[in-house]
């Protein structure tokens, strides 16, 4: 269980790159965060913090990356929208440069604790949840079997993911958005091959992350306590709150 949200906290940006095609990354350090980073839950796979740029309402974002040694923390911003976009956080992200201030408050559990009876885990996730979905894989342990389903804006936007788990990963683009389940039968085989005990976690666009969980009470009759979905964000709804 992750403590109350702190007070808002503030960071200097150290360095900001592109990680993939939609996916810019932006390290946070300064001297404030050493001790920030003994926060209780600041491990906890799949934390997330909340981002709040000067004059911008924050937003929440997965911890990518935390580093002990050097004070620093990772977060991965989706590039959407355009280079003349304004006001919102991703359009903080994508212009930000060395030097420049932000606050951050958390931080917050993603709503994964691997169970300890758990023999697989079955993961899917668009490009604005990827961060979550990958820092949890990261965090398995090596007996457990993952099978990951990930939606992104373009094959570029795939990554290399480094874990002790066996893994089986599907990508697939943007392009069966938002009909998603219309590529349902692309991934039924390894869905079918998960035998024993297992969990499930979705986070993403909301009617899809809700269509996936349905299809695990009633098509798979799983316990609903096995399962964690998440909406992040609504098709043609603005500043979706699930």
């Known amino acids: 269980m992750l403590e109350k949200q702190k007070p808002q906290m503030n960071c200097i940006v150290l360095s900001a790159t592109q990680v993939t095609t939609h996916m810019r990354r932006v390290v946070l350090g300064g001297p404030e965060l050493s001790a920030w980073l003994s926060s209780p839950g600041i491990q906890v796979a799949g934390a997330w913090i909340k981002i709040f740029p000067p004059g911008i309402k924050g937003r929440a974002y997965t911890l990518r990356d935390i580093d002990h040694v050097k004070s620093t923390i990772s977060i991965d911003f989706v590039m959407h929208g355009n280079d003349r976009e304004t006001g919102t956080v991703s359009a903080w992200a994508r212009h930000c ?3 420049d201030c932000v606050n951050i ?3 917050r559990s993603a709503g994964f604790v691997l169970e300890p009876d758990s023999e697989w885990l079955w993961i899917a996730a668009d490009l604005t949840a990827l961060p979550a979905a990958i820092r949890i ?3 398995l342990p090596a007996h457990l079997k993952v099978s990951a389903f990930f939606v992104v ?5 795939k990554q290399d993911i480094h874990n002790k788990a066996s893994m089986k990963i599907r990508w697939r683009t943007l392009a069966v958005r938002p009909e998603m389940n219309a590529n349902r039968n692309y991934i039924i ?3 079918n ?3 024993g005990n297992g969990q499930v976690w979705i986070a993403g666009e909301a009617r899809w ?8 009470l009633e098509s798979k009759n799983l316990n609903p306590a096995k399962i964690s979905s998440k909406g992040y964000w609504k098709l043609g709804e603005h500043d979706y709150r699930d």
């Open 137 to 139: 894989i990261e965090s």
């Open 209 to 216: 992350v809700k269509s996936w969980r349905a299809f695990w």
């Open 193 to 195: 091959a998960l035998r």
């Open 189 to 191: 085989k390894d869905i």
């Open 97 to 99: 440069q060395p030097g």
């Open 153 to 157: 804006d373009a094959l570029s936007d």
């Open 105 to 107: 408050a958390g931080p």
